[in-house]
């Protein structure tokens, strides 16, 4: 009916909820740095499907409030409520201490969300100085995301 409608419509095409959903319901038994292993990977994957639609809504985005209200809602909005509970879960488990979720969402998230938006020449350019993206070895970032930097006795 109208291009808000319009744009909202293909969001929801875009957005891996229905995706993600499937893949972190089995995740939800398994422990922190598990669960965000499967959980980055299934992002990744779900993402990278659609990857030229993203880009182009993420970089239209930034000029068009309009649009940039529906990509929070329909794509990034949609699956926040889902990871925020998988992280309070692991919170109340033990599995992580009390903080913003968000923080951690972001910290997982991002990495990922700047691979698909800035593209594989890019970062095919990074590789040849040797920065590879987090998601090439997820587990060493999902360690590093868990454990910071620091040696355990240089605390």
Same mark, same amino acid.
């Given at each position: 009916?109208? #291009? /808000?409608? =319009?744009? $909202?419509?293909? %969001?929801?095409?875009? &957005?891996?909820?229905? !995706? *993600? ?28 499907? #659609? /990857?030229? =639609?993203? $880009?182009?809504? %993420?970089?239209?985005? &930034?000029?068009?409030? !309009? *649009? ?28 992580? #201490? ?58």
């Amino acid at each position: 009916a109208d #291009r /808000a409608e =319009l744009l $909202r419509a293909v %969001a929801r095409r875009v &957005s891996p909820v229905e !995706e *993600m959903r499937a893949q972190i319901q089995p995740s939800i038994d398994l422990g922190a740095r598990e669960g965000l292993i499967a959980i980055a990977t299934a992002y990744y994957a779900a993402m990278r499907k #659609r /990857a030229d =639609l993203v $880009r182009n809504l %993420a970089a239209n985005s &930034s000029q068009d409030p !309009e *649009m940039a209200r529906v990509v929070m809602s329909e794509i990034i909005g949609q699956g926040a409520p889902m990871m925020v509970a998988w992280f309070g879960f692991q919170i109340q488990q033990g599995n992580l #201490r009390p903080i913003d979720p968000s923080l951690l969402i972001q910290a997982l998230f991002g990495p990922v969300f700047l691979m698909i938006v800035l593209g594989p020449t890019v970062f095919d350019e990074l590789a040849q100085i040797g920065i590879h993206p987090a998601i090439d070895n997820i587990e060493a970032y999902v360690d590093l995301l868990l454990h910071g930097a620091t040696q355990p006795d240089a605390l």
